[in-house]
C-alpha cells in the first residue's frame, strides 16, 4: 500500500498541473475543445486514484468538479471567469491536500468541511434543484432521533438509557446510483443497527413520472457500534450523512456529537508515507548508462587479468602498456558515466515554468491588473537541483513584475502602451550555463529614488552614491536591508526581497543581475551552471596550495609582466586585449601570506563577474578536472566565497572558490 500511495502522489502532482494548464487554457479559449476534454480527464483520472485511498473529502470535490466539467462539455453551462475560478479553487485545493498526503500519508483535520464546501460551490455552477444534492438536516433539528427510539422503543430504549447510541441520517444523491453508490449495501454495512426508518427525501410523483434511476430516499437509522465505526462505513459519502452521538433522547441536545457538513473528522489515509525525492527519467538515459555500466566491469576484468600477468612473472614493458590502455579506456567510460549521470539528472525548465501561470493570475486578479503572461524556452534543460532552486526566486521576482512593475489599465493608455502588461519568463542555453529571465514593459526603476531610499537607509555612503552611474545604482535593489524598509515598496519599480532572490541564485553558483530603463520595463536576468554537483574546475596555485575555480566563468588564462599593471588609487588594473581591467590578488582575496621573492610575471585568471571581466593573480596554474563538488556543511555552510569541495585523487581537499563573490 505503501508503493500504491506513492504512486498516486507522483501521480496526482502531474494531474493536478495538467487540469491547471488546460483551465488556463480554456480561460483565453472558452470554444477550445482540446483543453476542455484533457481537463475533464484530467479530473476524471485524479477522482479514480483517490477513491483507491480513505480520502473522501477530496473524492466528493474532484467529483463535483468533474460534474461542473461534464456541463461545460455539454454545453450545460456556460463558461466564464467565475466558473474558472471556483474550479481552479478545487484543484488548488487538491494540490495542498496531496502535498499534505505526501507529508503524513493523511488529509489535513478539515478537509471534510473544506471538501464540502468546495462541493457545494461547484455544484451551484450547476443551477441544480435543491432535491438534487444532499442537503444536511440542521442541527436544531433532533426530533427524529426520539422519534426512532420510540419507533424501536422494545429494541433501542434499554441500550439508550446504558450507553451511547449513533443516529445516522443518510440522505443520499438523487444521481448516487450512477456514482456507484448502494444506499442499502451501505446501510447493511453499519454495525450493531438498533432501528431503522426509510422515508421519502421528496414527495412521490404519479407513478407514471417516477425515474426508476433516481433515488428518492432519506434513511435513518440508531447504531449500537462506536462512532468511529460508523463514520467508517460513510466515508466516501460524508456531504449525504449526518451523525449524533447521544444518550437516550433527553440528553441528547447536552451531549450530541454532529459532524458539521457532512462529517468532519472523516479524512483518513495511510500511514505516514515521508516525502520521498523522484526524479523522472527517460528510459534510453537509464539505458546509457547500463551500457556503460557494462563497459566498466570488462574493463576492471582486464585490469585485473594484467594483475594476474603480473603475478606470474610476464615481461614487465608488456604489463605496463596494458595498464596504460587499460588506464585510457576507463578515462574514457568514467568520463562518458559523467555525461550520461548529468543526462539522468537533467529536467526540463518546464516542470517548474507550469506552475506559474496560476500564480501571476491570481495575483493579476487580486492586484487588479491586467497581464499578458508568456513563457518561451520551456525545452531547455538543467540540473535538478538547479531548476528546482529556481522555484521561489523567480515566483518573487514575478510577483514583483505584477505587484511593482505592472500600470494600472488607464496609465499605460494614457502613456501609449498596450492596456495589457506585458511579462515574459524565458530561458536559454548561454555556452555552459543556463540564462533565465522574466522581462516587462511596466513602469521600470527609477534610479533617482532608489538612491534616495538608499540614502535615506545609509545602505551606501554619500561619495559612494556620487560616484555610481545609473545602472550600478538600480543593481543596489539586491542591497541587503533595501528590500526591509516599507518606504521603499512604493518606488516605482523591484525591491521587496530581491536580497533574498540574489542569495538563493548564487547559493546556486549563479549571479543575478538587472536591467531597467524608467517608462520602458526592467528585465531580471539569472544566470546559472548547467549543473552543481558535477562540475569542471581549473586548479590554481597559491604558495604550496591548491584552489579550484569553475572552469564555466574562465574566460583566459594570460601571462602579465609587473610593468603593465597600473596603480588605479587604492586598486590596480592591467590592459588585456585593448581593454583595462581590474585586477585583484587570490593572496588578497584569502588573506594569506603572499611570497617572499616578487614574480617579474603575473600569471592571472581572466574570468566573468557578474557582467564584468576581472583579472585574478594567482602564483600558478595546475591541472583542469572534472569533479564531484560537495556543498559545505555544518559550520562551514555559510563560509562566503567557498562554493564547496572536493577529493583529489591522493586524498587532499581541494577548496572550490566562489571568485564573484570573493571580488564582491
Not at 468511529?228 to 451523525?243: E, S, Y
Request: aromatic content about 4%.
Amino acid at each position: 500500500m505503501d508503493d500504491l500511495l506513492r504512486h498516486f502522489i507522483i501521480e496526482a502532482h502531474e494531474l493536478i498541473q495538467q487540469a491547471t494548464d488546460d483551465l488556463l487554457a480554456l480561460e483565453r479559449n472558452p470554444q477550445a475543445a482540446v483543453p476542455m476534454d484533457s481537463a475533464f480527464r484530467a479530473v476524471h483520472t485524479l477522482k479514480g486514484s483517490v477513491g483507491l485511498f480513505d480520502f473522501a473529502p477530496m473524492g466528493i470535490t474532484l467529483h463535483a468538479a468533474e460534474d461542473l466539467l461534464g456541463a461545460l462539455k455539454d454545453k450545460r453551462a456556460g463558461i466564464d471567469s467565475h466558473v474558472i475560478d471556483s474550479l481552479l479553487a478545487c484543484i488548488a485545493q487538491a494540490e495542498r491536500w496531496v502535498a499534505a498526503i505526501e507529508q503524513t500519508g493523511k488529509l489535513p483535520p478539515d478537509a471534510a468541511e473544506e471538501g464540502y464546501r468546495l462541493a457545494r460551490a461547484l455544484r451551484s455552477q450547476l443551477d441544480e434543484e435543491p432535491a438534487q444534492a444532499a442537503n444536511p438536516v440542521p442541527q436544531a433539528d433532533l426530533g427524529w432521533i426520539e422519534e426512532l427510539i420510540a419507533q424501536g422503543r422494545d429494541q433501542a430504549t434499554p441500550r439508550a438509557q446504558h450507553r451511547p447510541l449513533v443516529a445516522i441520517r443518510y440522505t443520499p444523491r438523487a444521481d448516487c446510483f450512477f456514482a456507484g453508490d448502494d444506499p442499502m449495501a451501505l446501510l447493511r454495512s453499519v454495525p450493531d443497527l438498533v432501528a431503522v426508518r426509510l422515508s421519502a427525501r421528496d414527495p412521490w410523483p404519479p407513478a407514471a413520472e417516477i425515474d426508476p434511476f433516481s433515488c428518492n430516499l432519506r434513511i435513518e437509522a440508531l447504531s449500537g457500534a462506536e462512532l468511529d465505526r460508523v463514520k467508517a462505513v460513510f466515508r466516501f459519502v460524508p456531504d449525504q450523512v449526518t451523525l449524533h452521538e447521544t444518550i437516550g433522547a433527553a440528553q441528547e441536545q447536552a451531549s450530541g456529537m454532529a459532524l458539521a457538513n457532512g462529517g468532519a473528522g472523516v479524512a483518513m489515509g495511510a500511514a505516514g508515507v515521508p516525502g520521498a525525492r523522484i526524479l523522472r527519467v527517460d528510459a534510453s538515459r537509464i539505458d546509457r548508462l547500463a551500457d556503460l555500466v557494462g563497459e566498466l566491469v570488462i574493463a576492471k576484468n582486464a585490469l585485473a587479468h594484467l594483475a594476474g600477468q603480473f603475478n606470474d612473472g610476464l615481461d614487465r614493458k608488456h604489463v605496463s602498456q596494458g595498464l596504460l590502455a587499460s588506464q585510457a579506456a576507463i578515462d574514457r567510460l568514467v568520463a562518458e558515466l559523467h555525461g550520461a549521470v548529468m543526462d539522468v539528472r537533467m529536467m526540463p525548465m518546464r516542470d517548474i515554468f507550469r506552475r506559474f501561470p496560476r500564480a501571476v493570475r491570481d495575483l493579476a486578479g487580486q492586484l487588479d491588473r491586467a497581464i499578458d503572461f508568456s513563457m518561451e524556452g520551456e525545452e531547455v534543460e538543467a540540473d535538478k537541483a538547479v531548476v528546482e532552486g529556481l522555484f521561489e526566486p523567480l515566483l518573487h521576482i514575478l510577483r514583483n513584475a505584477v505587484g511593482h512593475g505592472a500600470e494600472p489599465e488607464p496609465l499605460r493608455l494614457e502613456a501609449g502602451k498596450p492596456s495589457k502588461t506585458r511579462i515574459v519568463l524565458r530561458a536559454y542555453r548561454d555556452g555552459d550555463r543556463v540564462t533565465v529571465e522574466v522581462e516587462d514593459d511596466g513602469r521600470g526603476i527609477d534610479p533617482a529614488a532608489i538612491r534616495e531610499a538608499v540614502h535615506q537607509r545609509g545602505i551606501v555612503s554619500a561619495d559612494h552614491l556620487d560616484r555610481m552611474n545609473d545602472a550600478d545604482a538600480v543593481d543596489l535593489i539586491f542591497a541587503p536591508g533595501f528590500s526591509t524598509a516599507s518606504e521603499v515598496t512604493d518606488l516605482s519599480g523591484r525591491g521587496v526581497g530581491m536580497d533574498a532572490v540574489r542569495s538563493a541564485v548564487e547559493r546556486l553558483g549563479g549571479q543575478a543581475s538587472v536591467r531597467s530603463l524608467p517608462g520602458q520595463g526592467t528585465t531580471i536576468r539569472l544566470s546559472l551552471p548547467l549543473t552543481i554537483v558535477m562540475t569542471k574546475v581549473m586548479a590554481v596555485r597559491l604558495g604550496r596550495e591548491l584552489y579550484g575555480i569553475p572552469l564555466d566563468g574562465i574566460i583566459e588564462t594570460a601571462f602579465v609582466p609587473v610593468s603593465r599593471v597600473l596603480p588605479v588609487r587604492d586598486a590596480e588594473a592591467f590592459v588585456w586585449r585593448e581593454r583595462t581591467l581590474p585586477l585583484v590578488r587570490l593572496v588578497d582575496l584569502l588573506r594569506v601570506r603572499p611570497p617572499v621573492e616578487a614574480p617579474q610575471r603575473l600569471k592571472v585568471v581572466v574570468m566573468a563577474a557578474g557582467d564584468d571581466v576581472v583579472g585574478v593573480a594567482v602564483d600558478g596554474f595546475a591541472e583542469r578536472m572534472d569533479v564531484l563538488m560537495r556543498p559545505m556543511t555544518g559550520i562551514l555552510a555559510g563560509m562566503p566565497g567557498v562554493m564547496g569541495t572536493t577529493l583529489l585523487g591522493d586524498g587532499s581537499v581541494l577548496m572550490i572558490l566562489d571568485i564573484p563573490e570573493l571580488v564582491g
